[in-house]
Nanobody, 119 residues
């Protein structure tokens, strides 16, 4: 069974940067790979996604211009570069194999990695 494993979370000061990585243990057979996040007491929300075939990218308005998603087809890796981080970006970030963008449909979740942004 394919697994998604996130890495790169941690503690950073506001204004700083972090890069998250997601490794898939095999082919996910999904059209997209994405990142979602869930802050304490809040519902999980879409952050960003990228289409495997042509690299088209999608972002939530809250992260547009600050976060950059990229993929490496050969290694089944997806990364999320997060710059200009804000305390409200604090959350557990989940990698996902995404079958559709609108509406969002997820085939497989990773276990998550914690990002904490201090003020």
């Amino acid at each position: 069974q394919v697994q998604l494993v996130e890495s790169g979370g941690g503690l950073v000061q506001a204004g700083g940067s972090l890069r998250l990585s997601c490794a898939a243990s095999g082919r996910t057979f999904s059209s997209y790979m994405g990142w979602f996040r869930q802050a304490p007491g809040k519902v999980r929300e879409f952050v960003s996604a990228i289409r495997w075939s042509d690299g088209s990218t999608y972002y939530a308005d809250s992260v547009k211009g600050r976060f950059t998603i990229s993929r490496d087809n050969a290694d089944n890796m997806v990364r999320l570069q997060m710059d200009s981080l804000k305390p409200e970006d604090t959350a557990v970030y989940y990698c996902a194999a995404v079958r559709s963008i609108n509406p969002v449909g997820v085939n497989l979740w990773g276990k998550g990695t914690l990002v904490t942004v201090s003020s």
